[in-house]
């Protein structure tokens, strides 16, 4: 499968069809699926049936003719809608997500909904109530969460490009995880209508892609204001492609100090020390910063959005829609329909965001998170008077073992140690491939000012071009 700039430009010159890319694409999907295991539903019959009705017209759509996938907590009129959980196992949306629609009137193909951790809630894939699934590039290891099903089919040539959604770090921890590039935009950039919400005020949807140009163009395709999402920012959509430069001298690039990188493997910041080197010798200019609230990231935003999530998913009580667990009284109705519905992620972080609200507690320790994030927001605004991006690890480590982590929830959680604080600040943020350690990939991560994802992909483009680093090498593993 070859990279979205490279499928539309094979289409535009007319070398060739969209039903040859949407059947290549379900092809390479029967061929690894059974491995992989990164897909809820395939809708082979219906994507080929569009991708037919575009080979009879003219080109036309940004994206014309490109397969995809969704992640499946981002809803899809008439096809089925799960968020990985037991209690929406049937649900089937009477809508589409704004960024569903956007892709259609691009004449992008849709082949398949991808698995994720039930809720997104997770840093693994493990949490998903239906199945787990596995990184492209070594099998039994995890390929990140929550959007890992999103991360690796496109690590494993099953689609050029798929969207996820990021609330801690889940686009751009996965991405990191299966050696591709995952870019979460500003909060606001892309509309969460149609999302399944976790944290509202921390979810963002992004794409994972095999290159940064790719991210550029389908971000071009999914941004802009929308009137159904209140949280929405009225930023005229811009051509981020064209940011694409290549040049970086004189750009500012922000590192932080050695002690503040907190549990990092050995592998994982010789990969980071080459590229920073990397970008040092493009003529970038490396100034180290200081984000002084960093270590309290992980457990703020483990307060915040629990809460969020406790409020957000309060909806599912088998009255409405999804699943309804029969009962003698309508609150032991409500009781065995979450009870039965919910796995156990979801359920921890119910009662966690339960307790920090609750009385006598809510001050002591949500509304203490929420000033911490105040706190963390500004060290972001006064790193940025000194450079242009920041660049962190995406991750401590690299991918790890199936099973390894499930049953230490806060091992589990300090996953996403360096992509959380970008949630938190509301900025964007991408991973970029940047070498491997004992065969599985590392990532780099880009912070940008809100906003301001022309510069964070200039410099993600300039670094990529540099290091030419290829995630075609996953295809191997699934035996392509």
């Known amino acids: 499968m070859q990279t979205v ?36 539903s395939v809708q082979p019959e219906m994507a080929i049936q569009q991708a037919k009705k575009l080979d009879e017209s003219q080109p036309s759509g940004s994206l014309y003719g490109v397969p995809y996938a969704l992640k499946d907590n981002i809803c899809t009129e008439g096809l089925r809608t799960t968020a990985a959980s037991r ?72 689609v050029p490009f798929a969207l996820g959604s990021d609330t801690g770090g889940s686009i751009r921890q996965p991405a990191a995880f299966c050696g591709v590039v995952g870019l979460k935009p500003t909060y606001g950039r892309v509309s969460r209508f149609g999302l399944i919400a976790f944290a509202s005020s921390l979810d963002q949807i992004g794409p994972f892609t095999q290159t940064v140009e790719d991210a550029a163009l389908v971000l071009e395709a999914i941004s802009g204001y929308d009137p159904h999402d209140s949280t929405s920012a009225k930023h005229e959509t811009e051509r981020f492609s064209q940011a694409l430069t290549g040049d970086i001298k004189g750009m500012r690039v922000g590192v932080l100090p050695q002690d503040a990188l907190h549990g990092l493997d050995n592998g994982v910041a010789d990969a980071l020390q080459n590229a920073i080197r990397t970008l040092s010798s493009a003529g970038a200019e490396i100034v180290e910063i200081d984000l002084p609230h960093q270590s309290y990231a992980v457990a703020t935003y483990y307060l915040i959005a629990p809460a969020e999530a406790s409020s957000n998913l309060a909806r599912y009580d ?57 706190l963390i927001r500004q060290d972001y605004e006064k790193a940025f008077a000194k450079c242009d991006v920041i660049l962190t690890p995406t991750t401590p480590t690299t991918a790890f073992r199936m099973g390894e982590k499930l049953e230490s929830p806060l091992q589990m959680y300090l996953n996403d140690i360096f992509t959380i604080p970008a949630n938190l600040a509301g900025l964007p943020g991408i991973s970029v491939p940047c070498g491997k350690v004992d065969g599985l990939p590392v990532g780099m991560q880009l912070v940008g000012r809100a906003f301001d994802e022309a510069t964070l992909l200039r410099v993600a483009h300039a670094y990529e071009q540099l290091r030419g680093f290829s995630v075609q090498l996953a295809a191997e593993e699934v035996g392509q």
């Open 318 to 374: 088998g009255v409405r829609y999804g699943r309804r667990a029969s009962g003698e009284t309508l609150l032991e109705m409500y009781e065995k329909t979450r009870s039965e519905g919910f796995g156990l992620e979801v359920k921890r972080r119910i009662m966690i965001g339960t307790y920090a609200l609750s009385s006598g507690y809510y001050d002591a320790f949500y509304k203490r998170a929420q000033k911490m994030r105040t």
């Open 87 to 158: 209690i929406l196992e049937n649900y089937i949306p009477p809508y589409s997500a704004t960024v569903a629609e956007k892709l259609q009137n691009e004449n992008a193909v849709l082949v398949g909904k991808t698995n994720l951790d039930e809720f997104a809630m997770g840093s693994s894939t493990e949490n998903s109530a239906f199945q787990k699934t596995h990184n492209p590039h070594r099998l039994g290891f995890v390929p990140g969460g929550s959007s890992g099903g999103s991360a690796a089919a496109v690590a494993a040539n099953m």
């Open 5 to 40: 700039k490279e499928i539309i430009r094979s289409l535009q010159s007319g070398e060739s069809k969209p039903s040859e890319w949407v059947e290549l694409s379900i092809q390479q999907i029967e061929r690894a699926e059974s491995s992989i295991q990164s897909f809820l």
